[in-house]
């Protein structure tokens, strides 16, 4: 029941859009419309969906189906190859419309925004009308094929649970008065945060319900998740504001930033993986740049697909998502900070060139090039000696011209055969960035 401390008012919503992928190519294409239609990285079996239309759904198949299972599943399904630039401006022309209502006040994700309810605003019928009102501001702003599921919560983190209780086209509003019980009937994986490793460890535990969960007092969610972690989410998960409402722990600096391709089969060989590797480098250098950031290592993940003779030989292995029994290897470079492409280049070349030769290392299929250790622009000292060449200049230079006319206009000979290959590809998690006429 409310109380004067927690009266019964919301303070967010959580807007989350469905199945926004698909939902964008069926407004874009009328003819998809009604009909199973899917998202993927690449027109290969071997690959997975990224998205599912929600008639996709009703079938089974969903985020992470192999492509070829769909297929089985669904003979007559509508295999789209996404396109990050659509959707990163559908995001923006729907985070507009939604501005039209109620201040955005955070962007998780490429599909979700969260709005701050102020004043009256919290008062739960005037939320459900502002919730209404953003529904239908993205319908006739954006799209009537553009549905979303929105939470009410006194909190971030209950919203973000309330907007994922009800899909297609929800609207929930979790209350301190309902709370709380108004979850109990969740599974542990229903709570953002709560992925399979943690609920393998909660069930170590003894944990293994929701009931189970909330049960435990704030000394005892403090142990089971054995960090302040378990003391916010006690609070979250009855109503309460922490000070920071249920937002992720935000690390005080981004760590690292970096591109990886699951290779198309013309480019399934050495030469090929080493010029989309060149290609990611070449971008991922460009956004370190446009970022204001230096680097301090890189490191080459480089995953090979193996035969089923090869399959029974190796002891330990790992299956990719795309259901492809590999091998892999990885290797970081470490040097003094830079942030132009050459100096880059020679140390993913100096890390490729130490990859393994074996037989089970001849059929890469996927490429991953991350550069880590980012220092700020304005926390590095100046160089007492400078870079040779002239190569910070060199790489300005070429950043002017791919700005203007796209990011692949001007590039070093080594990525020429993927020049066209390994486009940006779709991140939820990742807010697109326009950078002159690319998004990354």
């Known amino acids: 029941m409310a109380d004067a401390a927690h009266p019964d008012l919301f303070g967010f919503l959580h807007i989350d859009l469905n199945s926004f992928f698909a939902s964008v190519e069926q407004h874009l294409h009328p003819e998809y419309r009604g009909k199973p239609t899917a998202v993927v990285p690449t027109m290969a079996d071997t690959t997975c969906c990224i998205a599912a239309s929600y008639e996709a759904k009703a079938l089974g198949i969903k985020t992470g189906t192999r492509v ?3 297929k089985k599943i669904c003979p007559e399904i509508i295999l789209v190859s996404g396109d990050h630039a659509e959707y990163a401006k559908f995001s923006q022309d729907i985070a507009k419309a939604v501005e039209g209502v109620c ?3 955070h962007t998780p994700s490429i599909d979700e925004m969260v709005c701050q309810l102020m004043g009256r605003e919290r008062q739960p019928p005037n939320a459900r009308r502002i919730a209404l009102a953003i529904k239908e501001a993205i319908k006739t702003d954006v799209g009537e094929t553009l549905r979303c599921s929105i939470g009410m919560a006194p909190n971030r983190y209950l919203a973000k649970i309330a907007s994922d209780m009800q899909k297609p086209d929800g609207l929930i509003g979790l209350l301190p008065s309902q709370l709380p019980r108004a979850i109990a009937h969740l599974e542990l994986r229903d ?4 992925g399979a490793r943690t609920e393998i460890r909660l069930k170590a535990k003894g944990i293994h319900t929701m009931p189970e969960l909330l049960a435990l007092d704030r000394n005892g969610m403090h142990k089971l998740m054995d960090s302040v972690w378990g003391d ?4 979250w998960l009855r109503g309460h504001d922490t000070g920071d409402n249920g937002a992720p722990v935000a690390s005080d600096l981004q760590k690292s930033l970096g591109h990886s391709h699951v290779l198309a089969p013309e480019h399934r060989s050495q030469e090929g993986a080493w010029a989309v590797a060149h290609k990611l480098l070449h971008k991922a250098a460009m956004r370190l740049r446009m970022e204001k950031f230096y680097t301090g290592s890189l490191a080459v993940t480089i ?4 035969t089923r003779e090869e399959t029974a030989l190796v002891a330990k292995l790992k299956k990719h998502t795309s259901g492809i029994q590999h091998a892999g290897w990885g290797m970081e470079a470490r040097f003094r900070p830079c942030q132009d492409t050459l100096s880059l280049l020679e140390a993913l070349q100096g890390c490729w060139k130490q ?3 074996e037989d089970l290392h001849q059929k890469p299929f996927f490429v991953g090039v991350t550069l880590r250790n980012l220092i700020p622009e304005d926390e590095m000292q100046t160089m007492l000696f400078e870079e040779p060449g002239n190569r910070s200049q060199l790489s300005a230079t070429m950043d002017k011209l791919n700005l203007k006319y796209g990011h692949t206009t001007l590039h070093f000979a080594g990525m020429l055969t993927a020049k066209d290959s390994a486009p940006t590809r779709i991140a939820f998690t990742q807010i697109p960035v326009q950078y002159g006429t690319d998004w990354m």
């Open 355 to 357: 990859r393994p030769q």
């Open 103 to 105: 201040p955005v006040a």
């Open 191 to 194: 709570l953002p945060g709560i």
């Open 232 to 235: 916010r989410m006690y609070h």
């Open 68 to 70: 070829g299972d769909a």
């Open 303 to 306: 995953k090979y697909a193996l």
